[in-house]
């Protein structure tokens, strides 16, 4: 069981540090991670809790078999989703999908005067 949990455990590692390849150094990589970071809270919180009301009111295997089938699910989606080839390559076809979401990111210093 710990080897599975162990497995598990280091696909935030993973997911931060292709973030972390795949975005421009400044704002736009520290918002990518914040995001990354916001979404794993989120699920975690979320997580613990369908597993509660599942395990509540249901068949106490039920919480697990859900689990292995969303990270099946997701993990299908990320191989799906994931640029193939020469990381330049990769880079640049996930900044153009990314260009949108920056766009929409205010400056870090709250205005338009440079920071001192």
């Known amino acids: 069981s710990r080897i599975i949990v162990g497995l598990c455990k280091q696909t935030m590692t993973a997911a931060t ?3 972390a390849e795949l975005t421009a150094e400044g704002a736009e990589r520290a918002v990518w991670i914040g995001r990354l970071s916001s979404a794993a809270t989120v699920s975690w919180i979320l997580g613990q809790s369908v ?6 009111r249901s068949d ?3 919480p697990a078999a859900v689990a292995v ?3 099946c699910v997701a993990s299908v989606v990320v191989v ?3 640029p193939q080839g020469d990381s330049k390559k990769a880079r640049s076809s ?13 400056p870090q210093n709250g ?3 440079p920071a001192k």
């Open 17 to 19: 540090a292709l973030t």
């Open 51 to 56: 597993g509660g009301v599942l395990y509540a």
């Open 60 to 62: 106490p295997r039920l």
């Open 69 to 71: 089938a969303s990270y």
């Open 80 to 82: 799906a989703a994931l």
């Open 94 to 106: 996930v900044n153009r999908r990314m260009e949108h979401a920056t766009a929409e990111v205010p």
């Open 111 to 113: 205005g338009g005067t």
